[in-house]
């Protein structure tokens, strides 16, 4: 279990107290669509599946399962957020993790982020 004084998982150098954390109890201290992909990130390491889904955007938030987020965040064990391209409403990132059968893998995507009243949300991922 991931602690407050631990490292935080998104490679941020911060504490999880200080950094992500704070994000998961309020989603408005994610001001940048990378400060969301790095808690977004976090909350799979933390299993935070509420977060997970409230920060998907509300236009694609109804095609989405929390037990399909959960199951994917659970049978994994997330090792490393690398970010390798941000924009504004871009983040192009590896995350490095043991799938189910211990084998390393990694999730290479470019996410896509909206940003609506005031609030960042997670549109989708290539």
Not at 40 to 64: E, K, N
Not at 85 to 110: G, N
Request: net charge neutral; glycine share 4%; aromatic share 12%.
């Amino acid at each position: 279990m991931l602690e407050i004084d631990d490292l935080c998982p998104c490679g941020s150098g911060s504490s999880y107290g200080d950094c992500c954390r704070q994000v998961h109890l309020s989603h408005a201290k994610a001001n940048t669509a990378e400060k969301l992909m790095r808690a977004r990130y976090s909350a799979f390491v933390v299993h935070d599946v509420d977060f997970l889904y409230d920060t998907f955007h509300p236009s694609t938030r109804r095609f989405q399962n929390k037990n399909a987020i959960r199951r994917w965040a659970v049978e994994n064990k997330w090792i490393q957020l690398s970010i390798l391209r941000s924009t504004p409403q871009t983040v192009e990132f590896e995350a490095h993790y043991l799938d189910s059968t211990m084998e390393i893998q990694v999730h290479h995507e470019k996410s896509i982020f909206k940003q609506q009243s005031n609030l960042w949300y997670y549109v989708d991922g290539q």
